[in-house]
């Protein structure tokens, strides 16, 4: 369990080099400027602010041999929620257990009496979402080249018996090289037993699949993470979700019902659509399995670069 103990961190820390003149301790942001593994005899210095989840503050960090981490910090006073405690308990033990090049690799978990850090590998080039706000939509190779990486991770997580559950283009990072790594197990849930059902509602709304929806007596399993690909996919090609609206209400009449189309711009090509509408089956048997989806048309009758060019942040890539 986490436990609470006295601050190791204590000793450690630096002096702030932009705190102005009267800014005291109880500052929002006064977060130190070093964690401290214990256990390990571990310091991590914090360089920068990486991001926000709804959870966690994310930030990168340097180890004492110059080693690069991000570093996922949880205040205790938001684990005063069981749930909250059971959820982080459960994406640490998820998580480590989570070993592939195409998963945010896992380095370390431990706490002082603020906060809960997760030493994560750190991803240079953050997530597809921050790709797909620059860029609106990706190119037909490019979102091949994607899609294929991420069938890697959900292959390996569900061979490993883990549903992900909140596959999103938020929790796709892009290392240096623009390799996809799956990464925030916060959802994520082991079958133990074949055959065995989900009953937890879960997930992001706009990525959520019917059954987790409309079908809690049954239960759901790992084809939620196939129905997730489909909305990946569809947003990558479009720029965005299939089923998106303003209210929460709207877009689960809309996931129930199947209500979804392709504009007119930007043209999707009819591979791409047949395999974003085998991917979005209401029936969750019916969708393809991970082989099946890379035999389909769309991946075998088109491009696949090799890599990609960190400049596709800001124009589209030319693969000759
Ligand atoms: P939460 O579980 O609270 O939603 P996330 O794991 O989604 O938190 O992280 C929040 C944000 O922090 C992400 O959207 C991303 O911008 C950043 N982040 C998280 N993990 C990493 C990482 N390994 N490398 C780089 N940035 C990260």
Redesign the pocket.
């Known amino acids: 369990a986490i436990q609470t103990e006295s601050d190791p961190a204590g000793p450690l820390r630096l002096k702030r080099s932009h705190r102005t003149l009267g800014s005291s301790d109880t500052d929002v942001d006064d977060e130190p400027d070093a964690y401290y593994d214990k256990t390990r005899g571990q310091v991590y210095r914090r360089t920068r602010f ?9 930030y ?1 960090v340097t180890d004492s041999n110059n080693r690069r ?2 570093a ?1 910090v ?1 205040q205790k006073g938001t684990l005063k929620r069981e749930k909250n405690r059971k959820k982080l308990l459960s ?1 640490i033990k998820i998580h480590q257990s989570m070993i592939h090049k195409r998963v ?1 690799k896992y380095h370390a978990a431990f706490e002082d009496t603020r906060s809960v850090y997760l030493i ?5 080039n ?2 597809l ?2 790709l797909i706000k620059k860029r609106e939509c990706l190119t037909e190779p490019e979102v091949r080249f994607y899609m294929l990486q991420i069938l890697e991770a959900c292959q390996y997580m569900h061979q490993h018996r883990v549903i992900h559950r909140d596959l999103k283009l ?2 796709l ?1 892009l290392d240096q090289d623009m390799n996809i ?1 799956v ?2 197990f ?1 959802l994520a849930a082991v079958i133990v037993k074949d055959g065995e059902r989900k009953k937890t509602i879960c997930g992001t709304p706009n990525y959520m699949a019917p059954e987790i929806l409309f079908d809690s007596q049954n239960g759901h399993s790992y084809e939620v993470d196939i129905w997730s690909l489909g909305i990946i996919l569809y947003t990558m090609l479009v720029g965005r979700p299939p089923f998106a609206t303003e209210d929460t209400k709207e877009i689960c009449r809309k996931i129930k019902e199947n209500d979804y189309e392709f504009p007119s711009s930007p043209p999707v090509s009819s591979a791409a659509r047949d395999l974003v509408r085998q991917l979005l089956n209401t029936l969750p048997d019916a969708r393809p399995t991970i082989s099946e989806i890379r035999a389909h048309p769309f991946f075998a009758d088109g491009y696949v670069p090799e890599k990609i060019p960190q400049l596709a942040f800001y124009e589209e890539p030319k693969f000759v």
């Open positions: 990486l991001g926000e989840g709804g959870f966690a503050r994310v990168e981490f991000a996922k949880v994406e945010v994560l590998e750190v991803c240079e953050k997530t979402m921050d938020g929790n990072f790594k990464g925030d916060g």
